[in-house]
């Protein structure tokens, strides 16, 4: 980055004017908010898919063309390269299709080594004994942490983005793989706290600790805490040790919550669906979930879930369900209606859901009896929503609120290009959805 000679203060190589001088972004020009918004929209877009094609990678599995795009982009966003705004929104939805690619590798991926996913019921209370509670999204830190557990009287818990866990055949198979602890990723300060056991954290949705517990929380791989032990190589006998040093848990009842409904389930009772839709037994499909938003605003989601009709299936994935995932929507003709797909990156999966029915009702996806309403909060949901835009989807509800990187001039454009709409009341909003697919 430049600097002016005289008064050592930042340089914008695009109205070569110093923030004195009216700019108030050096690099790219606070003139030009715009272009900003899109090099900020594409940043945190290749942050997600940096995160899936990592993981990917880890199980082997490389695609040049995703690594290929990371270099271009990123070099884009590089000062005095691009200031074109129509080839940065190109780039951003090329973000999108890259972000398919890494999603489709990493469901390959767990596929291969775990199996494909079914629908399993989870239990959410606890059994009495010592326990590791595992946050974050890494299946191969978990399978590891599995084997290193077998028969030494440590049972391993879920949280968060790893409740999909359960539904795979090649983790299921642990016996001491007994349940869920707790809910959204912002809600581990609290349920931390009150858990007496071991914590592992794997991936990124990590919090700075609580004095409290802090000594019981430990990291591997990406994800690193200040002043907590970080284990490398899949080595986990520190934490386990933790876990058999600390309180047992108690033999305590809970609920259960139902995952696995991957593509490849709910595909194989495709037949059930499209006859229950040409019967008029299934009216509306919506996919309610994604990264959930601390505070109460997130409320929304239940409310909009509670309200949807009977005859209406509820797909959901990523931590987004917690907000709704303990309600008992029943069945139609023995399909639930509420359909746990899994990790935020199974957005794959509710993507090959609705690319196949597409096909069998031979329309567009945007066709379908079929409405997204998102909740997002950081990195991989950013990906995400370019993954859909990028496949043309449109008239998609995101909220609680809006990113603020977002300016009124880029939302415009993904409002005339997209429909995308910010989310209001639950039951307006639930009402018009309904009425715009009658």
């Known amino acids: 980055m430049a600097t002016t000679s005289n008064k050592n203060a930042m340089f914008c190589y695009q109205c070569s004017q110093t923030p004195e001088g009216g700019c108030t972004r050096a690099g790219v020009c606070g003139k030009s908010p715009d272009l900003a918004a899109l090099m900020d929209t594409l940043i945190f877009g290749l942050k997600g898919v940096a995160a899936y094609a990592h993981h990917a990678r880890e199980f082997g599995k490389i695609d040049p063309e995703v690594d290929g795009f990371m270099h271009e982009a990123l070099f884009a966003t590089l000062t005095n390269v691009n200031f074109d705004i129509e080839s940065m929104l190109g780039l951003v939805l090329k973000c999108g299709q890259m972000n398919l690619k890494a999603m489709a590798l990493l469901d390959a991926a767990h596929v291969e080594r775990f199996g494909n996913p079914v629908p399993t019921e989870v239990p959410t209370g606890t059994r009495a004994g010592h326990a590791i509670v595992v946050t974050g999204h890494d299946m191969l830190d978990l399978e590891a942490l599995l084997k290193q557990t077998e028969g030494r009287g440590v049972d391993v818990y879920t949280h968060g983005e790893m409740l ?18 707790g809910g959204a990723w912002w809600t581990q300060k609290k349920e931390f706290d009150a858990w007496p056991g071991a914590i592992l954290a794997t991936t990124n949705c990590i919090l700075i600790p609580k004095d409290t517990y802090a000594d019981r929380l430990f990291t591997c791989g990406v994800a690193q805490v200040a002043g907590t032990v970080h284990l490398k190589d899949r080595d986990f006998e520190p934490v386990i040790r933790k876990a058999l040093q600390s309180p047992a848990l108690p033999d ?3 609920g259960k919550l139902v995952t696995g409904f991957h593509h490849t389930a709910i595909l194989g009772v495709a037949d059930k669906i499209v006859a229950a839709v040409k019967a008029g037994k299934i009216r509306h499909f919506f996919l309610v979930g994604g990264c959930d938003t601390p505070g109460m605003s997130g409320n929304y989601y239940r409310e909009f879930v509670k309200a949807v009709p009977s005859d209406c299936i509820v797909l959901t994935l990523a931590c987004g369900k917690y907000r709704f995932n303990d309600l008992d929507l029943g069945t139609i003709d023995g399909i639930p209606r509420l359909l746990d797909i899994g990790q935020c990156n199974n957005a794959y999966s509710a993507i090959q859901v609705a690319g196949a029915l597409a096909e069998v009702f031979k329309c567009g996806v945007n066709d379908l009896p079929l409405t997204f309403v998102l909740t997002w909060f950081e990195q991989k949901a950013v990906a995400i929503l370019l993954t859909l835009l990028a496949l043309g989807i449109k008239n998609i509800r995101i909220g609680p609120c809006l990113p603020q990187f977002v300016t009124p001039n880029v939302l415009g454009i993904l409002v005339e290009k997209f ?3 910010p989310v209001g009341d639950p039951i307006k909003d639930l009402e018009g959805m309904l ?3 009658a």
């Open 164 to 181: 999909p866990a359960h539904a795979y055949p090649g983790l299921k198979k642990y016996k001491h793989l007994v349940g869920n602890y």
């Open 435 to 437: 009425a715009a697919k």
């Open 252 to 254: 305590r009842p809970g």
């Open 419 to 421: 429909g995308l709409t």
